[in-house]
């Protein structure tokens, strides 16, 4: 008996995984974001969404997670590079720019999310993202090659992310039922 009640979870499991792999689908399939599902299913979190205000956001989180984690790895590479050097130049442009995006996303996104102002939460994901174009145009301004293209490229698609997803709670709101 024991053994045919594990063998009915099992089956179910992966069914409810699946489930929730769709619903990510069929909503990133909305906002036309190429990047969408393989952003959003690499944070295990997004999993266990049910709404489009849920999953939007799970990808502020995500968007949070990697202005932070772009500050740590500024400091981490600041410490290669001395100041007045082009690059340590470059880095000290991104770390502003990362910090401002942090708090931004952080405080005002979440707040603007969580009350419903969606428009408002759309601008602040474009404003945080435009951290990762500081950061580039810091090292091309520099005239050398830049340490942080890798960081700067996930920061603009978890942002695009997280606005197109907020962007379809503009287009369709959520119903309070």
């Avoid at 409810?16 to 036309?32: P, Q, R």
């Avoid at 952003?39 to 049910?50: K, Y």
């Avoid at 997803?165 to 369709?172: A, C, D, K, P, Q």
Wanted: hydrophobic residues 45%; negative net charge.
């Amino acid at each position: 008996m024991v053994l045919v009640v594990v063998l009915s979870i099992s089956t179910i499991v992966p069914a409810v995984a699946m489930a929730d792999a769709g619903f990510i689908a069929t909503t990133c399939s909305k906002t036309h974001n190429a990047k969408c599902v393989a952003v959003l299913t690499a944070n295990p979190d997004s999993a266990d969404v049910s709404t489009v205000s849920d999953l939007a956001g799970a990808a502020l989180d995500l968007a949070v997670a990697a202005a932070s984690d772009a500050g740590a790895l500024i400091n981490d590479r600041s410490s290669r590079y001395g100041g007045g050097t082009p690059e340590g130049d470059a880095l000290r442009a991104c770390s502003g720019a990362y910090f401002d995006a942090a708090n931004d996303l952080d405080i005002d996104a979440h707040d603007s999310l969580g009350s419903g102002d969606y428009t408002a939460a759309s601008r602040q994901m474009s404003g945080a993202g435009g951290a990762a174009d500081t950061c580039d145009a810091a090292f091309a301004a520099a005239k050398v090659s830049s340490v942080m293209a890798d960081v700067d490229q996930k920061m603009k698609d978890r942002c695009s992310v997280a606005r197109d997803l907020i962007n379809l709670l503009i287009e369709f709101p959520p119903s309070d039922n």
